[in-house]
């Protein structure tokens, strides 16, 4: 009986630590006339804007001024997402001399750019397990 006691907790365990949610982003205001490719990231915030140590990402061409992008399998909690278009399909977002972005960018929760990028509070967002996670992306 404790045999089977400790196989059914880890069964239980594992199948616990797999519950994921899928988001969908809404992308506006994408100037499709540059053609490329949307990339976007999604972040603790441990990590938040780290290009290259995001928790989850997507990239997709671009095919209209809105667009509809599916990311699968994130852990549920807190995140901010972060994304750019990449027009010249370089995988990095360019910036000027001064390190203003060159390519139009978007960030979760309506969060914008001042003197510098929002921080991972203002861009927060919760991601749940049993809701439909959308979230609206205005490119700028």
């Known amino acids: 009986m404790k045999k ?11 199948f616990m630590s797999i519950i ?22 999604v972040y603790r915030e441990n990590n938040w804007l780290d290009e290259k140590d995001y ?10 001024s809105t667009m509809h992008l599916t990311i699968k399998d994130i852990k549920p909690g807190k995140y901010a997402i972060a994304g750019y278009h990449d027009t010249n399909k370089n995988h990095k977002l360019d910036k000027n ?7 139009q960018i978007g960030f979760s929760n309506g969060a914008k750019i001042g003197f510098g990028p929002p921080s991972f509070e203002e861009a927060q967002i919760n991601i749940e397990e049993d809701k439909e996670n959308k979230f609206i992306i205005i490119m700028d």
Do not use: H, W
Request: charge should be negative.
């Open 55 to 64: 928790n989850y990402s997507s990239r997709q061409a671009v095919t209209g």
């Open 20 to 41: 994921c949610a899928d988001i969908v982003l809404i992308i506006k205001n994408i100037d499709v006339d540059l053609g490329g490719e949307i990339a976007f990231g």
């Open 4 to 14: 089977v006691l400790i196989i059914a907790t880890i069964i239980l365990s594992s």
């Open 97 to 103: 001399f001064i390190g203003m972005p060159t390519e």
